[in-house]
């Protein structure tokens, strides 16, 4: 079978099994170069199938040889036009490849904001998975959350506040250097984003796994926040999901005083900017990842999602180097906000223009093969494999 990556603007819709598979085994290969560390044995992570997520999963699986519980929302094949999302088999093949070491990976597949996959996890954690976890990863990134009490479907948008903001973005499909505008986001915007990519819902899995006794004494929760910088706050920071990510700090304080009895703990892990299904439809995003990562890259600091979570688990959550900020929120991202690195970005970003935005003189070639590599394409190490419908269909997770 033919695998083809079709693209509507910077949304992929295609997707390369057999390469999603050997993505997997590449990052499960850097953890294994890196070496074991001590880490957590028994990790749930909500929105576990792609980028940070899966590799938080790889990291703590094939670096602390944890069992994890993954929980994601994605589509399997229907027919060869219609081979489902690359998610769908980053979960299969990681199961596969955690199995064959004697792991537990057990995948949930359904909408981690409704009650049913929190009730059937906790099920889950009590009746097979040795009755506790000590570490919960939230990790999700979405457009759309349906309240489960009241059934309302509220939207995120990404849109700047008070302020419309005009600047370059690239449209991957097109292969164009583009003028985008951003308009100010309404107040009923701003609430709906807070809604769905706030921490409501963090609050709500801690609080449900809490009561169902399923956390072990100890218990460390994080979620992923991203703050960066003057370059990107007009439409990041100062933004919708600026304000959804400030929420999740609110509620990392609520979620720590519920775990004081039980020793634990919440904290905002602040990421650095990568490549991601996430990442790559915020306007004008993109470019300023063409401007860091040729700078990072130059400089030898320039990681992916793998790199960056391993050396966050590995080296500061179980490790003996965190460096925390003055709210106490964990900044493994001072790399890229290193102001002479930010100050580099914001030059190049200036000469960035149509004619060379995919040069060498920007970081476009690493950012496209890691865009690439999201769907299974353009995957070191690839070895075309001949699989059928029928194979990929039979495929469990
Ligand atoms: N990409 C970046 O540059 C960056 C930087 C810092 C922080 N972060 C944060 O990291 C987190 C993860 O983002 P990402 O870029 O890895 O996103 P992603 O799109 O790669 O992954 C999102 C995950 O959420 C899951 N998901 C979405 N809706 C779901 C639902 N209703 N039920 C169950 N699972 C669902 C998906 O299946 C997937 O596993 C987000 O909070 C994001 O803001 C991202």
Known sequence: MKFEHKLRGNVSFGVNPIGCKQEVLNQINYVKEQG???????????????????????????????????????????????????????????????????????????????????????????????????????????GVRVDPDTGVRYNSVIKSINQTVVGPHIDISKHEFQEHTLEPATEEEIANTVKVMGGEDWQFWMEDLKEAGVLADGVLTVNYSYLGSDLNRPYYGGGTLGRAKADCEVKAANINASLADINGKATIVVATAVTTKASSVIPFFPVYCLGLYRV??????????????????????????????????????????????????????????????????????????????????????????????????????
Do not use: C
């Not at 589509?75 to 980053?90: C, F, I, R």
């Open 36 to 142: 074991a560390y001590d880490g957590p044995k028994k990790v749930l992570i909500i929105g576990a199938s792609s980028s940070y997520g899966l590799a938080t999963r790889i990291s703590l699986a094939f670096g602390a040889k944890a069992d994890t519980i993954g929980v994601s929302f994605e589509k399997g094949p229907k027919s060869e036009k219609n081979l489902g999302t690359a998610g769908w088999y980053n979960n299969i093949y990681f199961k596969q490849f955690a199995e064959a070491e004697g792991l537990v990976a057990k995948n949930f597949v359904g909408d981690a904001f409704s009650h049913e996959s929190k009730a059937e996890v906790i099920e889950y954690i009590k009746n097979e998975f040795g009755g506790k976890v000590d570490l919960v990863v939230y990790s999700l990134a979405s």
């Open 296 to 397: 990072m890259e130059d400089n030898g600091t320039h990681e992916t999602p793998i790199m960056h979570q391993d050396r966050i688990y590995r080296t500061m959550l179980y490790g003996n180097a965190p460096e925390y900020d003055d709210e106490g929120r964990l900044r493994p991202d001072n790399w890229e906000l290193d102001p002479e690195v930010q100050a580099a970005t914001e030059a190049l970003i200036m000469t960035i223009d149509a004619d060379n935005f995919d040069s060498d003189k920007t970081g476009y070639a690493v950012f496209m093969k890691e865009f690439n590599n999201l769907s299974g394409f353009d995957v070191d190490n690839y070895v075309d494999e001949e699989v059928t419908l029928e194979e990929l269909m039979a495929l469990e997770y």
